[in-house]
């Protein structure tokens, strides 16, 4: 925070006294503003709250820039602000509750005083402080919304006790009639959350069976792939093969490859979860998209590979690489209508809940993003936003098996696309559970 010495000008007239340079590692945010509502000086603690940077805070009038509306969106008149007033009366204004709204156009609840810096018989500008109780209005307001269900709750009480009594006046068959009503409506409830979860049970099911099929229609199709190899190898070998011929059977032999590729990489997945192999972080990743070549090609999707300070290390493959799986398949449905980019990253990392260290590897892509309601119960079994297209299982999959071999699985999702949008999926692999997996391997050894 820059100041000025007392009894000096600036642009914009005589300066407020630098009263908050002592006070710049102070956590309350304090301003001061001069004689003509312009900010002159801001600590690093108003700068945090409010999000702008000291450039875009100096010289500028502070109530247009943080304090210009209501929470209903309403104008906020400089005549009706109370620390607008202290500067025009010379009386302070002391912890009055204000909402400000910070670069991004999020409101922030402070309470906040504003005192006038008097030099002389002359009022030289403002301090103003702020204190934020954000976490004061939330907790407010949950019990605001407690007492309002409270109340609703004694409301529809004492409206059932009234019912009840009116329904104890009506006739023995009336009674009988509206039971059976309610027994069989909730029968009927009943029945359909039954077949519903029968149906998702079936759906999983279906995804296993599937699964397996796919594992061994890969392994039937090894033996015909040799054989075309071998065919493809003598005939390269034939000397009667033309230039044309050749660049053709170059052509074949790759995807030969590929195709053979894929197959290898269709059996890895379905090997043991539990089995420890060291693997490199790179390798992994490469192996997956191979799986998704053709869609990523299709819809035009650009892959940025950021790999730092990675290095083999020791895991389930099988799990890692189904959890690898779930997520680039996803990024791929997020970004299906108009492409984008899938960035990869790979990098040592430290859990910032239990401070273990590890590998921490992460999926990030640029489509539409989710909301926040939608990103809290992604993780729940069945829970989907791909309609009959989704079983609602991957990511309550690849979340329950990350806990299982003590890591973990997060997202952080904005929505809106482009390069502030998008979604971002972060697997943390400790390197306590490669110990633990090399320790049993030892054993079972």
Known sequence: MHSQEPGKSGPAGPVVPSVLAVL????????????????????????????????????????????????????????????LQARATGQPARNVDEVLWTKSGEPVYVTCSSAPVEFGDQVQGTVVTLTDVSTRHQMKQRLERAEAEQREVLRQRDAAARAEQELAQEQATRHRATSVSVERAAADQLRR??????????????????????????????????????????????????????????????????????VAQTLRFQRGGASATMCSPESLI?????????RLHHRRIQIDRRHKNSRPFLCPEGDIRQILNNLVGNAIDAMAEKGGTMTIRTRASRDPHTRASGLRISVSDSGHGMTQTTASQIFEPFYTTKGDGGSGLGLWISSTLARRHGGRLNVRSRTGGGPRGGTTFSL???????DAIAGSSQQNS
């Open 193 to 262: 959350q039954q077949q519903m979860a029968e149906d998702r049970l079936v759906q999983s099911e279906k995804l296993a069976a599937v699964g397996r099929l796919a594992a061994s229609i890969s392994h039937e199709i090894n033996n015909p792939l040799e054989a075309v190899t071998n065919l493809l190898y003598l005939v390269r070998n034939d000397p009667s093969l033309s230039d044309e011929s050749g660049s053709y059977l170059e052509m074949a032999e790759k995807e030969l490859a590929r195709v053979s590729e894929i």
């Open 24 to 83: 710049q590692h102070v956590p309350v945010g304090i301003y001061t503003v001069d004689p003509h509502g312009k900010c002159a000086q801001i600590n690093e603690a108003a700068l945090e709250l409010l999000g702008f940077t000291e450039a875009e805070c100096l010289g500028q009038d502070m109530h247009e820039l943080v304090h210009f509306k209501h929470p209903n969106g309403s104008p906020y008149l400089p005549a009706d602000c109370p620390l």
């Open 286 to 294: 490469e192996s997956v998209l191979a799986l998704h070549q053709g």
């Open 428 to 434: 943390f692999v400790p390197e306590a559970m490669q």
